[in-house]
């Protein structure tokens, strides 16, 4: 696998770190459309994900990124534990099965958003994190060699993040609240959106 | 003793899971292994999978265990919790599509009765189908 320790260890520590960053954030537009929990939950999770940083740093990618996905499961506490958790266990599956990056990110990353969306039981356009991620998938496979790749992540994200305003949620707590949803920025989307960042930027940072 | 079918109940807040576990002993007596957990891993309102995982094993019977949920990532959580479970246990255990108080009362009621696990379930669901 051509993914090295070091990177590997730099990139989780930036992402676990934008988020921890961010939970006040994360925190508040839970509180507008949800049960105020996103930010603190985010934060317990990669505060624990850190703490492992050296063991995840020694693993193989594929085990490494099970490992943060079990983390994720075992702090998070809400939702979103499983929701993200899922997403890197499967990642970790799917290069477990012969996969390698960068060069199969595409698969890899459409078996995590793909794990994501079962196991919400959503699809795009219900105002959840995976209005995040289907459109970067979109952008990974249509931006595929373009060296501004990591760019067209960020901006991707950027925008698809802005696009969960006006939707109404149909899954996850903010269900509950029906139209009163609309106007507001999806914590999960928001979240996701902070971790492509923090990814890109790494990588970018390395290259 | 015959085994009956176990309950699980899982609450953001474990003052609620534990209420709820009281009402279930009080009406259907203890032959009814009841489980309870609630509170996420640093005991602030959520779910913990690892709880989940210990809540089901203390509830576990041969014939399965039935999981109430309240909200959203207590559901979540208790598939999650489900799936990282020994494969052979992995198929008694359900999560049910009900209301948590009165779902766990009635889960509980038939399970007294030495039901299957499919039957527990589906009394706990009619509540919602209603």
């Not at chain 2, 709820?20 to 913990?48: I, W, Y």
Request: hydrophobic share 45%.
């Amino acid at each position: 696998m051509s993914v090295q320790p070091e990177t590997l260890k730099s990139v989780v520590k930036a992402a676990a770190e934008q988020v921890i960053a961010c939970a006040p954030e994360l925190t508040a537009l839970d509180q507008a459309i949800g049960d105020g929990d996103h930010g603190a939950n985010m934060k317990r999770g990669f505060e624990a994900v850190l703490g492992k940083l050296d063991a995840i740093g020694a693993q193989p990618l594929d085990e490494a990124l099970k490992t943060i996905g079990k983390t994720l499961v075992m702090t998070v506490g809400g939702a979103s534990g499983p929701l993200y958790g899922t997403f890197f266990m499967a990642a970790g599956d799917a290069l477990s099965q012969s996969r390698s990056l960068p060069e199969d990110m595409v698969e890899v990353f459409a078996r995590a958003v793909g794990a994501v969306s079962a196991r919400g039981r959503s699809q795009a356009g219900e105002k959840t994190m995976l209005d995040v991620l289907f459109p970067v998938l979109e952008t990974l496979k249509a931006e595929a060699g373009n060296p501004a790749l990591l760019d067209c992540v960020r901006v991707t994200a950027s925008e698809a993040v802005k696009r969960t305003v006006p939707m109404q949620a149909t899954k996850g707590r903010a269900a509950f609240l029906g139209a009163r949803s609309v106007g507001h920025v999806d914590p999960g989307a928001r979240s996701s959106c902070v971790l492509l960042h923090a990814v890109c930027n790494t990588l970018e940072a390395r290259q | 003793m015959n085994e009956t079918v176990g309950i699980v109940i899982v609450s953001h807040s474990k003052d609620i899971a534990k209420g709820t576990a009281d009402m279930v002993r009080q009406m259907v007596g203890s032959e009814v292994k009841v489980a309870f957990c609630g509170g996420n891993p640093d005991g602030g309102l959520g779910t913990s999978v690892s709880l989940i995982i210990d809540a089901i094993n203390n509830a576990w019977s041969p014939k399965g265990v039935v999981i109430l949920v309240d909200l959203g990532g207590a559901e979540t959580n208790s598939e999650m919790a489900v799936e990282m479970l020994q494969p052979e246990q992995r198929n008694l255990v359900v999560v049910c599509n009900a209301p948590i108080v009165e779902g766990a009362v009635m889960a509980a009621t038939e399970a007294a009765g030495g039901s299957s696990l499919d039957e527990v379930r589906a009394v706990a669901e009619e509540l919602s189908a209603g």
